[in-house]
């Protein structure tokens, strides 16, 4: 299609007086010319998993992403956040590069632009493999246990795939442990479930097994390798050269290109057999010691099976492209006289490279760009002009970088330029650490420093570096040519540079020094998360002495104390000409940044203190850094060397189960393997329905505040919008919801309470058409006074009523005035801790499909509690529940977040189809998700406790507070749990415990992983540990001397039985981790570093298990049904969110009817199958559903024990089948099954019945290292112990309990939730809320469970009258993941006791690193202490304050 056909139409132009300035011309009057000269086309032409594509004028508002999805057969690439942080939409590009190389490239999808895929190979997940023949790559991360819920497995293993795929050189893979674990490949990557290990685990054996590849660390250069290691760099390193080029290298097929070198005689034979040999090669997990219990059998790789380059991409020649629409034009030049031609024609053009920061503009910004220019092809810009020799690369005086060369590529070749130039290359050395942990890789590999600059970011990680290293930046116009700027005086305010608006900047030249100058350039960065975080401080330092040692240059600059990146002039010209090495002349320099960035408290962005406190840290590093890289005196390694992790390890005590053929046995996840090829699907994955709409939501953008008027007129003009909901289009009596109390309305009335409370829902064609017409609602508001945080709701007495309070000993008839007063010890505090995103990685999704004939609608909903949602949808239409089948076959994460907050989206779309008589689909974006679905709630403890002499704890008195938001939802039963966890595993004689939920202006919070039980545990490790402060006595044995004995009664008078195995784990796992020798070795660490400090804890945790103040909760049923071949259908109450419920019920069917696990077929769960199912949550779901699968298949048993009589007890279950149907034998069972023993009623304190039905228990050990600095850590190791009774399956248990510990660990460490004071979320997708990381996890991570008692005796768990006497483990072990932050606090009171503070410790979680550092209370944070001026604030607010 001819581009000029598609130019947008020009501006009507009403008449014009003769006095009246000519209009500027319009975008399409300015570049029509162009156009029609050089752009001759409007198709993209590349290929998808080896097919071509051709695709004419495309939507111009499409990223890749969106064509990908909007493709049936494409769906395994998923939509996570939309801002290039999850990696959920991973996708390779095959590219070719400079001297016909071929080069895969991990990108994120959802904000790649699509005109960059032209004259492309994209491979997505389904290029790899099916489940019937998959890559061994996917083979391998789905048998080893590599997924749970699957929603980012994809992106992983795209991004895994690209690593090895790019290793392939010489007839070799070339990789090393560091490569898969600690070069940033899976930064770009997240995973809420797993925990990371297994997927490290399959990467690993992967390489090792099947691609011969050596897995080592490979040593340092030596000098007889560094100049052919230099030059593999310089000559950009690639899978090699198409067959159909005149070199002689491979075409990117790994072995299966006819120039691939022979192999046979240069592979390692150590303990491999060749593919030859054998049909398939066996693996276990890395860290199993050869365990039996892992062995499985693998396909062998096969590297001829792999996606080759199509053929015809290496004659592919780029041409000039244009399309778009009247709103929006895609241009992509071939070269860069033409991108300076269209920048002259219409300078507000807006050049692309990765779109990395401008896609999230356009989505979430709302940014409106007229023509958009794809840049990244322009040969010009990205290609490095390498010096022809050694001798030519020692005589550069300066390196001059492309502008849009990729920072991977820049890496890259910093990397190789610093083995060539030493120490004279310490400018890129610094800049090359920026790139490292700039973003995630995917990023990395598209975006560009000429983009980095440009968008003038006051945090940028490369400008300090830059700056400080004197670079300077070309540019280039169509008038005045090519010119310099200097860097220095480049940003000139607030995202605002010099670059003139028609400029493009083409190279950045970074001055190298002479050959026999001092200098030394370094950078650095903190954030919140190692990897892939945005900066807090990002600072350069540069250095120049003359031979005295005396100062001649230096340039000191930073980011995030400014709005721009700025140098300290002072602080530079106080060291000019003074001896650098002289403490002074340090002190005189910190003195002058302290004087340069005098931050106030209320700067934006906040941690003005600790702002400051880096500034100082960063600098005191570079000076001790710089003196010993100069050789001047010696200087410890823990002031200059920042904290890196090293290698993932641990173990898994695997073992057999005995007595049973199915159950206890290591099976994988049964639908691991369609998470690996992208066939699990999830709702949003479901093909088109004819005739389908798609929702926008319309959300209040106060916290607190009275609608005046809606205006829906703009946005029902806009293309492809159908209608909207709001208010008004359903009976008032219709409009509110509520899991537990009905008060929370679907669409708000006369008020907003809360930012993000959904207003009304547009419906269009397509979901983007959707969300635009969405942004379009014009909402007038009146503004109210909003409560957010806890201390405002109590002093305004802002609170749901509750009520409930547990009382104990004494409380029981009055207050425990006399008990404290015979207390010898009495300690009183507030304890605070934040809430956590449920961050799982498929957003709330629901589809309606109605069905007109009888008013029925059949609704898919990512939903954990599909009977809530059924009762509600049927109210909003009217129609008795039976008329309404919810549905969901997976949920790609949950963690409780979707057992409530699921439901008003399923009526929304519930609505709109009923409405329109059409198919209704609604997928949330993660910032929509994030502010709609609520958290884990805030909490804040006000406790008084008494001891005797030793510690002993006589007795509590506490009031605890949630922060439950604007409405009720589950609070006041997370405030229940919460009140029963606050002994965790110790004996409080005198107990009375009070909660009050409090009412606020924010998002309603939820449930949540735990349900209040870590909050809880987390307060009372919090006063465990004031107690044994005050009275100087060891924390463990002070934990040991107050834990429970049998006999003892908890605080809701529940009697601790036999089944209490906390003191035998406590001891198990203290001889195992050797923690005894390891406390010793933490003290000495301590005694012999000043600027690294470790922390060592071991705690406890004990867990109930059962719904337990919705006692009707408590019970399950399943039906299943054998069919006469043999084959069995089973549906149950519970859904499976990836924490393999449908796995074990499959297992549980399996062992009660004698079959194997293939032979029976969990289908979907659906309200019409399985009446009135309880949610999917309280860890119960294995314990209920599984009982009433044994049920079932104990009555199908009984009929068909005289067919086995009859053909013996092997006969398989075809025949007895057979032969039961042809009798006419029922052959389907309802199965079902209610809780025994429990029924707590609140406020008998006289003869309650128990509250939960078991306590499921661990013991975790963590050791941590902290850089007192900055206050980064790191966790060097975890041991965990569980007590999960007899485990139905040990490997999908190990992955709960070590994703679980890693979901806490973020908790109490990581995850920050910040709110602007005008009651808005400001941490709302992945770009300013973190979570754990693959970098995270702990260096040696060991799981293990409880067997034995500390005697050798086998453990039997049948009291228990569980599910094969199992233990529900998706909660209990979250809570461990405090040990991470309770060791930190250890490594703190080493740091302050090394720097003589005094005052008690006060550290709330999550212990971010600005809490951390300025805990450490050092000289460095009193000097940068901010005094708020009077009323001044803080520019965030915490909720939980």
Not at 110 to 127: A, Q
Not at 214 to 229: G, K, M, R, T
Request: aromatic letters at 8%; glycine letters at 8%; charged letters at 20%.
């Amino acid at each position: 299609m001819a581009s000029a056909e598609i130019l947008p139409k020009l501006p009507l132009v009403g008449p014009r007086s003769e006095l009246q300035p000519l209009p500027a011309p319009s975008a399409a009057e300015a570049l029509t010319p162009l156009i029609q000269s050089t752009y001759r086309t409007s198709e993209l032409s590349f290929f998808v998993n080896g097919r071509r594509v051709t695709i004419s004028n495309p939507n111009p508002d499409w990223v890749l992403l969106d064509w990908i999805r909007a493709q049936d057969n494409l769906k395994g690439t998923k939509l996570g956040c939309g801002e290039g942080g999850c990696g959920a939409c991973t996708v390779v590009l095959q590219t070719i590069e400079k001297g016909k190389q071929l080069r895969h490239v991990a990108v994120n999808a959802c904000l790649f632009p699509l005109v960059g895929v032209d004259g492309k190979s994209l491979i997505t997940i389904e290029g790899l493999g099916t489940v019937d023949r998959p890559h061994p790559l996917q083979e391998r991360i789905a048998k080893m246990h590599g997924s749970q819920c699957g929603f980012c497995t994809p992106g992983i293993v795209m991004s895994l795939y690209a690593l090895i795929r790019n290793s392939y050189r010489d007839g070799k893979f070339r990789l090393s442990s560091s490569d898969v674990e600690l070069q940033g490949h899976l930064d770009g990557n997240l995973c809420r479930c797993t925990g990371y290990k297994p997927i490290l685990e399959a990467a690993k054996t992967f390489i090792v097994e099947d691609l011969k590849g050596d897995l080592v660390e490979e040593p340092s250069p030596s000098p007889s390798n560094v100049d052919s290691a230099a030059d593999d760099l310089l000559q950009t390193p690639a899978n090699g050269n198409g067959c159909g080029t005149t070199t002689t290298g491979s075409c990117g097929r790994p072995g299966g290109c006819c120039r691939d070198p022979s192999t046979s005689s240069s592979r390692s034979s150590i303990g491999r057999q060749s593919s030859q040999e054998s049909d398939v090669t066996r693996a276990t997990s890395v860290d199993s010691g050869g365990s039996t219990g892992l062995l499985s059998s693998f396909i062998p790789y096969n590297p001829t099976a792999e996606i080759i380059f199509p053929p015809s991409l290496w004659k592919y020649e780029q041409r000039p492209v244009c399309y778009g629409d009247e709103r929006k034009i895609w241009f992509r030049p071939t070269n860069l006289a033409q991108l300076i031609e269209l920048k002259d024609a219409w300078p507000s053009a807006k050049i692309v490279g990765g779109a990395s920061e401008t896609q999230i503009e356009v989505r979430f910004k709302k940014s409106e760009y007229q023509v958009c220019i794809y840049a990244s092809d322009i040969r010009e810009l990205h290609t490095f002009n390498e010096p022809e020799s050694d001798a030519a690369i020692q005589s550069l005086s300066e390196v001059c970088i492309p502008g849009n060369m990729s920072l991977t590529k820049v890496e890259e070749l910093c990397t190789a330029l610093v083995l060539k130039l030493g120490t004279r290359a310490s400018a890129l050395e610094a800049l090359r650490k920026q790139l490292r942990y700039f973003a995630g890789r995917q990023i990395r590999n598209v975006a560009s420093l000429a983009g980095n600059l440009a968008t003038a970011s006051p945090i940028s990680d490369a400008a300090p570096a830059l700056l400080a290293a004197g670079s300077t930046i070309t540019v280039r116009t169509k008038k005045e040519g090519s010119y310099d700027l200097p860097l220095s005086t480049f940003f000139v305010k607030y995202r605002t540079t010099q670059l003139p608006a028609n400029g493009v900047i083409t190279h950045i030249k970074i001055p190298l020094p002479p050959p026999e100058s001092i200098e030394v350039t370094k950078a650095y960065k903190q954030a919140k998360r190692k990897d892939d975080d945005i900066a807090i401080v990002t600072a350069g330092f540069r250095v120049r002495l003359d031979r005295k040692g005396v100062v001649q240059q230096a340039t000191f600059a930073l980011g995030g104390m400014a709005p721009t990146t700025v140098v300290s002039a002072t602080a530079q010209k106080a060291v000019l000409g003074k001896q650098w090495a002289d403490i002074n002349t340090r002190e005189e320099a910190m003195n002058a940044l302290l004087k340069d960035f005098d931050l106030p408290f209320g700067v934006p962005g906040g941690m003005a203190q600790y702002r400051k406190a880096l500034t100082l840290s960063l600098f005191f590093r570079f000076w001790n850094e710089s003196i010993k890289e100069f050789e001047i005196r010696d200087v410890g390694y823990d002031v200059v060397e920042e904290i890196h992790r090293g290698l993932s390890t641990g173990t898994r005590d695997h073992f057999a189960a005995s007595g049973t053929k199915v159950v206890g046995k290591e099976i994988p996840h049964l639908s691991a393997l369609k998470h690996c090829t992208g066939e699990a699907e999830y709702v949003d994955d479901m093909p088109r329905q004819r005739n389908e709409l798609h929702c926008g939501l319309v959300l209040s953008t106060k916290a607190h505040a009275k609608i005046l008027a809606v205006d829906w007129s703009i946005a029902l003009e806009m293309p492809g919008v159908v209608g909207y909901l709001d208010k008004d289009s359903l009976p008032r009596e219709n409009n509110n919801w509520g899991p537990i109390r009905v008060d929370e309305p679907l669409f708000a009335t006369d008020e907003v309470h809360s930012h993000g409370q959904t207003i009304g829902l547009v419906y269009a064609e397509t979901a983007l058409q959707a969300q635009a017409a969405a942004a379009k609602v014009r909402v007038t508001y009146e503004t109210l006074p909003a409560i957010l945080t806890i201390d405002e709701a109590i002093k305004a007495e802002s609170y749901f009523d509750h009520g409930k309070q547990l009382k104990k000993g004494a409380a029981i008839e009055g207050p425990l005035d006399d008990i404290f007063a015979n207390c010898d010890h009495v300690f009183e505090g507030t304890t605070k801790l934040g809430g956590q995103e449920h961050f799982y990685l498929e957003t709330n999704a629901a589809l309606a499909i109605p069905h007109v004939e009888d008013g029925s609608m059949e609704v898919y909903s990512s939903s954990q509690n599909l009977a809530e949602n059924q009762i509600f949808v049927a109210k909003v239409l009217g129609v008795p529940m039976s008329h309404v089948n919810m549905r969901v076959r997976r949920l790609g994460g949950a963690y409780g977040g979707k057992e409530s907050r699921s439901t008003p989206f399923a009526c929304l779309v519930a609505i709109a189809a009923k409405k329109e008589r059409r198919p209704m689909r609604l997928m949330l974006n993660r910032d929509e998700d994030i502010v709609t679905s609520g958290q884990r709630h805030p909490m804040q403890v006000r406790w008084k406790i008494g001891t005797d002499p030793n510690g002993i704890i006589q007795c509590l008195d506490a009031d605890l507070y949630d922060n439950a938001g604007y409405s009720l939802d589950m609070s006041g039963a997370v405030m229940d749990r919460a009140c029963t966890h606050i002994d965790n595993c110790y004996n409080i004689p005198h107990a009375w415990i009070r909660g009050w939920v409090c009412k606020t202006n924010t998002v309603s919070n939820t449930a949540f992983r735990g349900f209040g039980g870590p909050q809880a545990m987390y307060i009372t490790e919090s006063f465990m540990s004031v107690i044994a402060e005050k009275l100087e006595i060891d924390i463990d044995d002070l934990r040991h001397r107050n834990l429970y004995q049998e006999g003892d009664l908890t605080p809701f008078l529940q009697r601790i039985d036999v089944d209490f195995h906390i003191p035998t784990m406590l001891e198990q796992l203290s001889i195992n981790a050797d923690y005894e020798n390891r406390k010793k070795e933490v003290k000495q660490f301590n005694s012999t570093n000043s600027y690294r400090k470790r922390g060592i804890c071991k705690i406890p945790t004990k867990f109930g298990l059962s719904f337990a103040t919705a006692l009707h909760l408590n019970q399950a049923g399943a039906y299943v049904r054998i069919y006469e071949d043999g084959s069995i259908l089973l549906h149950h109450g519970g859904t499976e969110m990836g924490q393999g419920l449908y796995t074990k019920m499959c297992q549980v069917a399996a062992e009660e009817l004698g079959v194997s696990v293939d032979q029976i077929f969990n289908k979907d769960s659906q309200t019409d199958q399985v009446a009135n199912p309880s949610p999917t949550a309280a860890s119960s779901g294995s314990d209920l559903n599984g009982m009433a699968v044994k049920n079932a298949c104990d009555q199908l048993n009984e009929r068909l024990a005289p067919y086995q009589k009859q053909f013996g007890p092997d006969t398989p279950m075809s025949v007895l089948a057979h032969a039961a149907y042809r009798d006419r034998v029922n052959l389907a069972a309802n199965g079902f099954w209610k809780m025994p023993r429990i029924g707590y009623k609140w406020g008998n304190y006289t003869d309650p019945l128990p509250m939960y039905y078991y306590f499921t228990q661990g013991v975790a050990i963590t050791e941590v290292e902290l850089d007192v600095l900055t206050g980064d850590h790191t966790v060097l190791r975890t041991d965990i112990m569980m007590d999960v009774g007899r485990s139905i399956n040990p490997s999908i248990d190990y992955g709960q309990i070590e994703g679980a510990f890693v979901q806490g660990q973020g908790l109490f460490t990581m995850e920050e939730s910040l709110w602007t004071r005008e009651g808005e979320l400001f941490t709302r997708g992945p770009g300013t809320y973190k979570i754990p990381g693959f970098s995270d996890i702990p260096q040696i991570f060991n799981v293990s469970m409880l067997k034995h008692d500390s005697s050798g005796n086998a453990i039997s768990w049948k009291h228990l009258r569980s599910i094969q006497s199992s233990k529900g483990v998706g909660e209990p072990p979250l809570f461990l993941g405090s040990t991470v932050f309770f060791a930190l606090r250890e490594a703190v009171k080493a740091a302050r006791e090394m720097n003589g503070v005094k005052e008690p410790l006060i550290l709330n979680a999550p212990a971010t690193p600005e809490k951390l550092r300025i805990a450490v209370g050092d000289d460095f944070v009193k000097r940068a202490a901010v005094v708020p001026k009077e009323g001044e604030t803080n520019f965030f607010v915490r909720i939980e304050d």
